[in-house]
Structures are given as structure tokens and as C-alpha cells.
Nanobody
Framework: QVHLVESGGGSVQAGGSLRLSCEAE????????MGWFRQYPGQEREGVAC????????YYPDSVKGRFTISLGSDKRTLYLQMSSLKPEDTAMYYC???????????????????WGQGTQVTVSS
């Protein structure tokens, strides 16, 4: 079992930036998928970024492409999501997720990830 702990959420005005962090306790991500997801109240969790930690290939949906950047720290245990040009519609609970030993392009489907953090709230005001 991998324990993921997110931090870095908060409130920001539209156009601002935030960086989310996700620390994996007791595990180094070396050949895995890791992702960031967000969830609006009453809706399903959706992927906003993912990375294959073996080759650093990434995927972003069009809604965040060019504004969000996912990266893995040099310690291989901390995942980041740099969010810029934030919009009110980015307001949501954000979660990090992980999946062991996964080759190829990472998936943005929540069903592919067995490990989840507790979430951190991001609020963007207009």
C-alpha cells in the first residue's frame, strides 16, 4: 500500500498560480504512472495531468494544456502540479494518484489508479 499526501491547495484570484505537491510515503516512483485529478461537487473525478515516471512522458486534456505542468521531483517521491493562468472553472478538489509498474503513455482514467491521496481544495475567484 502506498500512502499519498497532497498539499499546496488554497485560494487564488483568476490568472494566478498555485503549485500542488503529492508526497509518496515509503515508495519511489521509477516505472509507474502518476496523475492529478480533480472533482467538482456531484461529478466524477477527471484527469488533468499524468506522467510516466520511467520516461517522463506526459498527458494533458485540452482544458488545461499549456496552463498545467506535471513533474516528478528528483527524489522520485514527490509529484508536483504547477498550475498557472488559473480560471474560476479550475475550482475543485484535486487528488494525486499512482499506479505501479506501468509502461507506455499514462492514462487519464481514474479507474486505472489504485492509490489515491486525500485531496486538496483549489479555489479560484473571479
Amino acid at each position: 500500500q502506498v500512502h499519498l499526501v497532497e498539499s499546496g491547495g488554497g485560494s487564488v484570484q483568476a490568472g494566478g498560480s498555485l503549485r500542488l505537491s503529492c508526497e509518496a510515503e515509503g515508495y519511489n516512483w521509477s516505472r509507474d504512472w502518476m496523475g492529478w485529478f480533480r472533482q467538482y461537487p456531484g461529478q466524477e473525478r477527471e484527469g488533468v495531468a499524468c506522467i510516466n515516471t520511467a520516461d517522463s512522458t506526459t498527458y494533458y486534456p485540452d482544458s488545461v494544456k499549456g496552463r498545467f505542468t506535471i513533474s516528478l521531483g528528483s527524489d522520485k517521491r514527490t509529484l508536483y502540479l504547477q498550475m498557472s493562468s488559473l480560471k474560476p472553472e479550475d475550482t475543485a478538489m484535486y487528488y494525486c494518484a499512482g499506479r505501479h509498474w506501468s509502461p507506455g503513455l499514462c492514462s487519464s482514467s481514474r479507474f486505472e489508479y489504485p492509490f489515491w491521496g486525500q485531496g486538496t481544495q483549489v479555489t479560484v475567484s473571479s
